[in-house]
Antibody, heavy 118, light 107 residues
């Protein structure tokens, strides 16, 4: 059974950093299209970043230069390093697995809340 | 970036009603269009992929159609458990963009 479990969220001051983790089971992270999607309180879904099986990475303009997506193959875990955090980064962050190596988000984690506030 | 315009933003319907949601892309996305259901406090759930393919295990009252720029999502007979917010999402280009969502309530 495919399972994704996020962790690492919390309260951080503006300008601070946080690293989110997404532990996967039932499949191999490094062989899949893996994304982060976020949802600000009471708002819609916003795609944040992707790492392809080949290792290429892409980011939304809103986080480019501040966030870094990566993976640890032996831990079968996806990460999102978030630096220079802003109030507008406050959201629930979901990791998602893309089916067929594409942006069909077939499996999602339960989400982890990041709050950026002083 | 491709903009996804979803309408209506909310609707109220009776149990058993047919419910239709539309999604328009700002450019041709072929059939690279998915539909998700999200219940409060929960992660989104994939219902329809590639515009019209029903995800395994999803009830057949859910369906999707369309290609190019105009897409439709239908619940043929609304059930109480269908109360949720529904999102369309394109994956033709990065960034993968979502529609603004449609909140479905029971009248």
């Amino acid at each position: 059974e495919v399972q994704l479990v996020e962790s690492g969220g919390g309260l951080v001051q503006p300008g601070g950093s946080l690293r989110l983790s997404c532990a996967a089971s039932g499949f191999t992270v490094s062989s899949n299209y893996m994304s982060w999607v976020r949802q600000a309180p009471g708002k819609g879904l916003e795609w944040v970043s992707v790492i392809y099986s080949g290792g290429s990475t892409y980011y939304a303009d809103s986080v480019k230069g501040r966030f870094t997506i990566s993976r640890h193959n032996s831990k079968n875990t996806l990460y999102l390093q978030m630096n220079s955090l802003r109030a507008e980064d406050t959201a629930v962050y979901y990791c998602a697995r893309g089916a067929y190596g594409s942006g069909i988000f077939q499996h999602w984690g339960q989400g982890t809340l990041v709050t950026v506030s002083s | 970036d491709i903009q996804m315009t979803q309408s209506p933003s909310s609707l109220s319907a009776s149990v058993g009603d047919r419910v239709t949601i539309t999604c328009q892309a700002s450019q041709d996305i072929s059939n690279y269009l998915n539909w998700y259901q999200q219940k409060p406090g929960k992660a989104p759930k994939l219902l329809i992929y590639d515009a019209s393919n029903l995800e395994t295990g999803v009830p057949s009252r859910f369906s999707g159609s369309g290609s190019g720029t105009d897409f439709t999502f239908t619940i043929s007979s609304l059930q109480p458990e269908d109360i949720a917010t529904y999102y369309c999402q394109q994956y033709d280009n990065l960034p993968n963009t979502f529609g603004g969502g449609t909140k479905v309530e029971i009248k």
